[in-house]
């Protein structure tokens, strides 16, 4: 296999799209985790941060904009789910953690 194929393929470069849980959710490759802390996190109509963003929260996915996070200062986090655009973020718990969340999303 050649090693510029592998270098595309790895999470550490890529996104993947699954079918799982509800519609298809795609899983952010740690090259774009930034990325997506400030898309989910800063109002850009506004120009400012969104007040109530916990910023203790990483999002490492969604389902069509609608973002799947783990809190960063829980060892064993459970992933969060939230429905975008509805005037302010409400999460509440979706998967017991993320090995969990990885089985439903990938049946």
Known sequence: MSHKLV???????ADFKLRGYHGPVTVYGAQNLIYYQRVYSYN?????SIASW?????VIADRESDPFCIDLTLEKSPVYFALHGMGKWEFSE??????????????
């Open 94 to 107: 979706a998967f017991g953690d993320f090995m969990d969340f990885m089985k439903h999303i990938t049946v």
């Open 44 to 48: 850009p109509v506004e120009k400012k």
């Open 7 to 13: 270098g595309k393929a790895s999470p550490l470069r």
């Open 54 to 58: 916990n910023k203790d929260y990483l």
